[in-house]
């Protein structure tokens, strides 16, 4: 038995599987009679920490987690206001130049028109109702502990 005694890690790999050493380790493990006692003792070590209770704490470990953790802030819709800003514009730049030509087209078809536009906006907001719901959802999803 020419090899040094294997370290400490080596030993509690080996406890653990002896697959897990290198060749030459197995071998000096297998000739050597003080690291097969000390594999046995972390052997014995690691079924008994696999039988010991859950600790049980007196305080809401969750709860004290949860009060150290960044609280998310609501964050102002920036970029939405970035976009609703020229398209605010635009709209009121275009009714300004044909605003009379469309009341005038408006006032020919008001209450077909203005029963489709009705509709889609009812649509567009149904949409965006479900869009944020289904995040809300996946945000909630990504905070659940179970
Ligand atoms: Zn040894």
Redesign the pocket.
Known sequence: MTSP??SERALQEAAESLALLPATQTA?LRG?H??QDQVATYQHLFVATTRLPQPAFTFDLTASVLAQLPRPRPAFPWVLCWVAVPVVGVVGAFLALFGGTLVQVFQDMATLLGGGLLVIVGFLMAGQCVELLAQYRRQMRLLSFS
């Open positions: 005694h294997l000096h050597c003080q690291c």
